[in-house]
Nanobody, 115 residues
């Protein structure tokens, strides 16, 4: 079955960096446009970054543009989110999924930005 396993979340100070990997299995990873999402307490889940099947095109939410970078490793079926210049408002649980949320959601990984 499809599994999406996010990891790498941590407590980090403002201005810090984190890299989140997402291990995908159970589907043909290379055939899907993939996205990173996040959900902050009391807020709806939102898409923050998307990457096409080939990795040739990426899009970002305005709130993370210039600070976050999405990438994918086809050989290892892993999706990544490099997060730099983190802000307290980036605090959320981060999830990966196909664009539009085609698969069941994983458990996510908690990112907390605080001094």
């Amino acid at each position: 079955q499809v599994q999406l396993v996010e990891s790498g979340g941590d407590l980090v100070q403002p201005g810090g960096s984190l890299c989140l990997p997402c291990a995908a299995s159970g589907f043909t990873f290379s055939m899907w446009t993939m996205s990173w999402y996040r959900q902050a307490p009391g807020k709806e889940r939102e898409s923050v970054a998307t990457i096409t099947k080939t990795g040739g095109s990426t899009t970002y939410a305005d709130s993370v543009k210039g600070r976050f970078t999405i990438s994918r490793d086809k050989a290892n079926t892993t999706l990544y989110l490099q997060m730099n210049s983190l802000k307290p408002e980036d605090t959320a649980v981060y999830y990966c999924n196909a664009q539009g949320g085609a698969w069941d959601w994983g458990q996510g990984t908690q990112v907390t930005v605080s001094s």
